[in-house]
C-alpha cells in the first residue's frame, strides 16, 4: 500500500518563477493538507483541500495556491517565487472523520529559489 | 503565536544517555498530542501520540505522558543510541481543526 508520494522531490527555481508541486495521498485518503518547511523550523500549515475546494488556510499569501483533484490528489502553486520561499514543502493525507488515526506525511519537495 | 513550544537545540549526548525533550501547548479544549521525527534528508515520520490526558505513547524505547495539569507532552528515552539523532517535533492536534500544529522542532545528536 503505497503511502504519500510527492514529486518532484527536488526543484531549482529562479525568483520571480511560478513552480507546481504535486501530491498523491494514501490510499482511501480524501483530504490533502500542504505544509512549508523552512530551514531549522516546524512544518507551518499552508491550506488543505476536500472534496476539490480549499478548506482552510493559514498565513500565507495569495501567491499560494492549489488544486485538487477528483482522485483526491493535489497540487500546490506558487507564484512569483521570492528567496524566502525556499523550503521542504511537504503533503499529508488524511480521511475526513477520522483524521487522527491517519494523518500520513510524504517525503516532501525541497525547493530551492536562486 | 505557536501553540506548541519545545526546548531548542541542539542537544548533545553521548549513547546510553538518558533523554528528556521537553514541550508544552497552549489549546482550548483537548488536542491530541504527536512526538514526529525526521531524520537528515527525509520527511516526518509519526513516532508516538497520546489522544487524551495520562495517555503515555510509546515507540522503539521512546516515551511520552500527556499531562493535562501542566499542558506538557515531555519526550524521553531511557538510553539512546547513534542512530536517534534526528530532528524532534512535538505537535498538537484538535478535531475542530483538523490540522497539525508542529514545535519549531529539538535537533538531537548523539555521540558515540
Known amino acids: 500500500d503505497a503511502g504519500v508520494t510527492q514529486s518532484p522531490t527536488h526543484l531549482i527555481k529562479t525568483r520571480g518563477q511560478q513552480v507546481t508541486l504535486r501530491c498523491s495521498p494514501k490510499?482511501?485518503?480524501?483530504?490533502v493538507s500542504w505544509y512549508q518547511q523552512a530551514l531549522g523550523q516546524g512544518p507551518q500549515f499552508i491550506f488543505q483541500?476536500?472534496?476539490?475546494?480549499?478548506?482552510q488556510r493559514g498565513n500565507f499569501p495569495d501567491r499560494f495556491s492549489g488544486h485538487q483533484f477528483p482522485n483526491y490528489s493535489s497540487e500546490l502553486n506558487v507564484n512569483a517565487l521570492l528567496l524566502g520561499d525556499s523550503a521542504l514543502y511537504l503533503c499529508?493525507?488524511?480521511?475526513?472523520?477520522?483524521?487522527?488515526?491517519?494523518?500520513?506525511f510524504g517525503s516532501g519537495t525541497r525547493l530551492t529559489v536562486v | 503565536g505557536n501553540s506548541v513550544t519545545q526546548m531548542e537545540g541542539p542537544v548533545t549526548l553521548s549513547e546510553e544517555a538518558f533523554l528528556t525533550i521537553n514541550c508544552t501547548y497552549t489549546?482550548?479544549?483537548?488536542?491530541?498530542l504527536f512526538w514526529y521525527v525526521q531524520y537528515p534528508g527525509e520527511g516526518l515520520q509519526l513516532l508516538l501520540k497520546?489522544?487524551?490526558?495520562?495517555d503515555k505513547g510509546s515507540n522503539k524505547g521512546f516515551e511520552a505522558t500527556y499531562r493535562k495539569e501542566t499542558t506538557s507532552f515531555h519526550l524521553e528515552k531511557g538510553s539512546v543510541q547513534v542512530s536517534d539523532s534526528a530532528v524532534y517535533f512535538c505537535?498538537?492536534?484538535?478535531?475542530?481543526?483538523?490540522?497539525?500544529?508542529f514545535g519549531k522542532g529539538t535537533r538531537l545528536h548523539i555521540l558515540p
Open positions: 497520546a489522544t487524551k490526558a495520562d
Open positions: 489549546a482550548t479544549g483537548y488536542p491530541s
Open positions: 490510499s482511501g485518503h480524501d483530504t
Open positions: 483541500y476536500y472534496e476539490e475546494e480549499e478548506r
Open positions: 505537535a498538537r492536534f484538535m478535531n475542530r481543526d483538523d490540522k497539525i500544529i
Open positions: 499529508a493525507s488524511s480521511r475526513r472523520g477520522s483524521p487522527l488515526y491517519g494523518y500520513t
